[in-house]
């Protein structure tokens, strides 16, 4: 049987790393094959994109291929074959990352992107897209006080309410996969709220 595609998504200290044992934890209780991985990266190939995508500067078009680039790799040596054998693929970001980085963050063509998505996905889709969601100046101060920025994580409020808004409306359009998840609440109450979901996938 076919395992089952889960994608995190959310604005960066929005979480989702933070929650990612106690997800893999939950399904391997359950005695699952669970595949954890990320993008930009979850390949040899990928993770040297991710080191320029992260620290290069470049035409918001550049990124948006790029990171295409690195989840083609991505689908046809990671998630479909973990996907096609049974087991569930656990991606920390996905498509719905460059609808709200590239398109709402850096004004790339939303059309361009349709088209590059249905080019590079042919039809894979998450099965569950678990967006974190917290206000902007949470994340900024999670952020300040957490790492030191990657060249995302530099950009200023502006940027990452364009990016809020954008994971948002996706969220709006697509609302059979996506789950909104608040995570602007103390940690125990995030995981009384993600157990919720993730108990019914
Ligand atoms: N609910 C929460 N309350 C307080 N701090 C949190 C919460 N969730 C995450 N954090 C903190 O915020 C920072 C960013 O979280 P992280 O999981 O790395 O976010 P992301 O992976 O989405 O960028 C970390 O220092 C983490 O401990
Ligand atoms: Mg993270």
Same mark, same amino acid.
């Given at each position: ?14 979480? *989702? ?44 078009e550049t990124e948006a291929l790029l990171m295409f680039a690195a989840r083609r790799e991505h689908i046809s040596e990671v998630i479909e074959p973990a996907l096609a054998r049974g087991a569930y693929v656990v991606s920390d970001r996905f ?16 059309? *361009? ?31 300040? *006080? ?56």
């Amino acid at each position: 049987m076919r395992g089952k595609f889960i994608t995190l998504e959310g604005m960066d200290g929005a979480g *989702k790393s933070t929650h990612i044992p106690h997800i893999l934890d939950h399904f391997r209780a359950r005695g699952l094959e669970v595949v954890s991985t990320r993008e930009p990266g979850g390949t040899s190939l990928g993770e040297r994109l991710r080191e320029i995508l992260l620290h290069e500067a470049m035409h918001p078009e550049t990124e948006a291929l790029l990171m295409f680039a690195a989840r083609r790799e991505h689908i046809s040596e990671v998630i479909e074959p973990a996907l096609a054998r049974g087991a569930y693929v656990v991606s920390d970001r996905f498509a719905d990352a460059s609808y709200a980085y590239q398109c709402g963050g850096r004004g790339v063509d939303f059309e *361009k992107m349709r088209l590059l998505e249905q080019w590079a996905l042919d039809d894979l889709q998450p099965d569950i897209t678990l967006l974190f969601d917290v206000p902007v100046n949470v994340s900024l101060q999670r952020l300040a *006080k957490a790492r030191s920025p990657d060249k995302f994580e530099q950009e200023g409020a502006d940027f990452f309410t364009r990016i809020r808004d954008a994971y948002l409306r996706r969220a709006q359009q697509y609302p059979h996969r996506f789950r909104i998840i608040n995570s602007d609440q103390p940690l125990e109450d995030v995981i009384r709220s993600l157990d919720r979901i993730i108990s019914s996938i």
